[in-house]
């Protein structure tokens, strides 16, 4: 396979697929419509776990602090009315489980990440807010994404106001949290980057971008998902070959699942993965 290839047989996929792929801190190898904007799905929920480690380091939150786990948020759209998540299109019922108690940040970002729970994701971001994460994407050289809003927050989505990434932005956070685990950097202190990256590394959801490797490589990963909309974003640690980061933005018909359920989609952004894989030590 080449990249031109890859490129071709992506010509004919309906929509629009972007990917980033390359190295850390070194130029991509391949990218594809690398700067188009994608509605987000999940993925903005890596930059939610930054903001939230960030926020600690400051001192301004406590990790392991109990929190109240309500289902009750301020909407974006200044004035509207406060809105609620729905369980049914949540992933993860052990969240759900403490409504009306308390939990963590810690606990409930885990949670927002491993299991890709909606209401964590809600109230983590209840506790950062959306200037820290605007700040999260400016640090890690992001330049067209943005997280606007929380989830299900229909009345700012009915405002125009929207989450949206690039493949290219994707993979400058990954990055960034991946070299500052190494080294100081932008987003937070080594130890709070390997910290996050441990996070990503238990993802359960593997049906895309994980589904393309071999079984046992860790990929510290988020994937996203609506309908019409299928994302993967990582960075692989190969045994053999340095670490490299690959993003897949797909909006597309074949993302025909609502939930994480395998579709041709995924289908799709594992064979770009695989791709890669088998080029990894060319890259």
Not at 105 to 134: E, K, Q
Not at 135 to 160: Q, Y
Not at 215 to 239: F, Q, S
Request: hydrophobic share 45%; charged share 20%.
């Amino acid at each position: 396979m080449t990249w031109d290839d890859l490129d071709a047989h992506l010509d004919r996929v309906p929509g629009t697929v972007s990917a980033y792929v390359g190295r850390l801190d070194a130029p991509p190898t391949w990218t594809r419509h690398a700067d188009a904007g994608h509605y987000a799905a999940s993925t903005m929920k890596v930059a939610v776990l930054a903001a939230l480690h960030r926020a600690a380091e400051a001192g301004t939150l406590d990790l392991d602090a109990p929190v109240p786990v309500v289902n009750d948020f301020d909407s974006a759209q200044p004035g509207a009315p406060r809105f609620a998540n729905a369980q049914p299109y949540d992933n993860d019922d052990a969240v759900w489980d403490r409504v009306g108690g308390t939990a963590s940040l810690r606990w409930l970002a885990d949670r927002m990440i491993v299991r890709s729970s909606n209401l964590a994701t809600n109230l983590v971001l209840g506790h950062v807010g959306l200037p820290a994460v605007a700040e999260i994407w400016a640090l890690a050289g992001a330049r067209n994404s943005v997280t606007g809003r929380g989830i299900e927050d229909f009345a700012a989505r009915e405002a125009g106001i929207t989450n949206t990434v690039t493949a290219a932005d994707l993979a400058a956070l990954l990055g960034a949290l991946a070299t500052g685990a190494e080294t100081p950097g932008p987003l937070a202190s080594p130890a709070a980057c390997t910290t996050m990256l441990d996070v990503l590394l238990a993802q359960e959801h593997r049906e895309d971008l994980a589904a393309g490797l071999p079984a046992g490589t860790r990929i510290a990963h988020k994937n996203g998902w609506v309908r019409g909309v299928r994302h993967g974003a990582g960075v692989v640690l190969p045994d053999d070959a340095p670490p490299y980061l690959i993003a897949v933005c797909t909006t597309t018909d074949l993302a025909d699942s609502e939930d994480q359920v395998e579709d041709d989609a995924c289908l799709l952004i594992a064979h770009i993965s695989a791709q890669v894989w088998a080029a990894r030590h060319q890259l």
